[in-house]
């Protein structure tokens, strides 16, 4: 299963590695979704919208080292009510699944996730955050080509994503675009925190966001089950979901902890250090 990986994520810059998990865990996991979904505490739905620096509120903040719930927009009324059935509005669940749920911590610090941790030779990798990203049939939103490290720096950059689909991936409910090869030219922008602090919005990035020619990438669809290992470098997008599919993911990320520094200019901060992948 996990043959050549090293070189492959080198090579183009993710990693395809089908069956990662059983049918059987893909349920366990959808199953908790919809138990964290309604067991939701009834507050102000926050919105999360790509590229939006509003998103950056206190809530979006805070949920760094805890479980919170973010929603598409179209999914929200303009009194805050929902639009569609609770289970089909939301784009994300974040960033503590991996902490604080006991089904996703499971399968986060599962021996398979060592085992491509080990064979990508790192020695202290730490899981930084967690997500359930949703892309709801109908409404499930565009992702625009970025790079994760813009998010998540570090110095040096070694940063990995875990992407689990627990739905089929397909052209048409927003699998996954890669252009190949593109880690292989740094960082491009950064998402830092504003250093006028007062004056404008709480982050902002460091240069202007480049623009991507569609024709440099490729689709990457993949069956439930599988997971695609993304370097922190490469250059990814999604579609919007225009089918009456749902395509529900877990990702989260890990990063090289030794010799690295973490950046405090990061938008993700946690208090009490990230947690190790091998001793936990």
């Not at 138990?35 to 206190?58: M, T």
């Not at 689990?164 to 991936?169: H, R, T």
């Not at 996954?176 to 030219?185: I, T, Y």
Request: aromatic share 10%; charged share 25%.
């Amino acid at each position: 299963m996990f043959e050549d990986i090293f070189e492959k994520l080198h090579k183009d810059g993710f990693v395809v590695i089908e069956n990662f998990i059983g049918i059987e865990e893909v349920e366990e996991l959808k199953r908790e979704i919809n138990n964290i979904i309604d067991k939701a505490p009834e507050k102000e739905k926050n919105v999360f919208q790509a590229e939006n620096n509003e998103i950056f509120n206190q809530q979006f903040l805070d949920s760094a080292d805890k479980i919170d719930f973010f929603y598409e927009n179209c999914a929200i009324g303009s009194n805050g009510e929902l639009l569609v059935e609770p289970r089909l509005a939301l784009n994300k669940i974040a960033h503590a699944l991996h902490r604080d749920n006991a089904v996703f911590r499971k399968i986060s610090f599962d021996e398979r996730v060592k085992e491509v941790c080990f064979q990508l030779k790192m020695e202290e990798p730490v899981i930084v955050q967690s997500m359930l990203i949703c892309k709801n049939p109908k409404i499930g939103g565009e992702v625009t080509p970025h790079q994760d490290a813009s998010y998540l720096y570090s110095d040096p950059i070694n940063l990995l994503g875990f992407w689990i689909a627990l739905d089929d991936a397909t052209l048409e409910n927003g699998c996954l675009w890669f252009a190949r090869g593109s880690h292989k030219s740094g960082v491009h922008t950064r998402l830092i925190r504003n250093p006028d602090e007062g004056s404008g919005p709480n982050f902002i990035y460091d240069r202007p966001i480049p623009h991507y020619q569609k024709s440099s990438f490729s689709a990457v669809p993949v069956k439930k089950g599988s997971c695609i290992l993304i370097h922190g470098l490469v250059v990814h997008r999604s579609e919007i979901n225009k089918s009456p599919n749902p395509r529900n993911v877990y990702t989260f990320h890990v990063m090289e902890q030794k010799n690295t520094k973490y950046s405090s200019k990061n938008w993700l901060q946690v208090k009490n250090g990230f947690m190790n992948v091998y001793k936990n």
